[in-house]
């Protein structure tokens, strides 16, 4: 009896041992991998981070009326994606020696809720033998205000580049404040801006063009207001500050342009672009050299 006794403890013993032998065994197996494992899995936290970063790029252009090349929302996210085979899709991964870039003043001229169109006259192109009367980007998620200038940045793949399904993009950026308040890595609007100041009021039938150089080192204006039909207004004046009135200006788009020869900065080109029903508002413009 006692041998029996003995025997059953022995046998519940080597049982134990076998089961903590097998946990001991899958312990081994998974512990060294365990790590790896974890980190196959990013945190919410991690995921949440990547998401926000994409939402907040502000060079993103969802549509082009001005019939740009251009690249969709859905395209800007492919930079924070991973190919198997590693190769970019978008001119916005290629590294920098494989991209011409190109930058140009725009200006927001119409707002509808968080959705800006923008004008940036460099970027005005030839349909048709036709040039328009400038380039038109809309925008959406844009914090800027009408008469706000932008920078623009075009991208151009270069022909030695590594192949990409997008070739050309945008990217759109605010100017920094002048007044020391800005916190943001942004472009900086030149010290002109401070000094010359060109605007437009629209009075119905008629425009009222305003030009004033503060440091009164005009040498000469040269202004043309057209629309895609014909000039409405052409003259030159030489004088730092001078009011002229356009009288019949038809209810059509249209852009003024002017050439200012400056003892300071030298020549610098102005524009200010008016959507159609652009009466009783007043249109700044903007200054590139």
């Known amino acids: 009896m006692l041998f029996y006794e003995d025997l059953k403890t022995c046998n519940h013993l080597i049982g134990k041992l076998i089961i903590i032998g097998i946990v001991i065994a899958t312990l081994v197996i998974l ?6 494992l974890f980190q196959s899995v990013p945190s919410l ?10 939402t907040s790029d502000k060079g993103v252009i969802n549509a082009s009326k001005s019939a740009i090349k251009d690249i969709s929302m859905g395209g800007r996210l492919l930079v924070n994606s991973t190919e198997s085979n590693n190769a970019p899709t978008s001119v916005y991964q290629l590294a920098p020696q494989y991209v011409t870039q190109q930058n140009y ?3 927001v001229f119409e707002k509808s809720g968080n959705t800006c ?6 970027l005005a192109q030839t349909i048709n033998g036709k040039k328009q009367l400038t380039g038109i980007v809309q925008l959406d998620q844009c914090p800027e205000k009408i008469g706000d200038p932008v920078q623009v940045i075009q991208l151009t793949a270069k022909p030695n580049s590594p192949p990409v399904n997008v070739t050309n993009g945008l990217v759109i950026s605010p100017y920094s404040s002048n007044d020391g308040t800005s916190t943001t890595v942004s472009p900086t609007l ?10 437009t009021v629209n009075q119905g039938n008629n425009a009222m063009l ?7 080192q005009t040498r000469s204006v040269t202004v043309t207001m057209k ?14 500050k001078f009011t002229a009135e356009v009288k019949d200006v038809p209810n059509t788009p249209h852009i003024i342009e002017m050439t200012i020869d400056n003892a300071v900065y030298g020549i610098l080109h102005a524009s200010a672009y008016a959507p159609s029903n652009a009466q009783n ?5 903007i200054l590139s050299k």
Do not use: C, E, R, W
């Open 227 to 240: 629309n895609s039909d014909t000039i409405l207004f052409t003259g030159t004046f030489y004088s730092s």
């Open 117 to 122: 169109q923008i004008s940036v006259p460099a």
């Open 210 to 216: 305003n030009f004033d150089d503060s440091s009164g």
């Open 281 to 285: 508002s007043t249109i700044t413009g």
């Open 105 to 107: 003043t725009g200006q």
């Open 31 to 36: 512990i060294p991998n365990s790590s790896k």
């Open 190 to 199: 030149p010290s002109y801006y401070n000094t010359v100041q060109l605007s």
């Open 45 to 54: 936290d991690t995921v949440k981070d990547k998401i926000d970063q994409v």
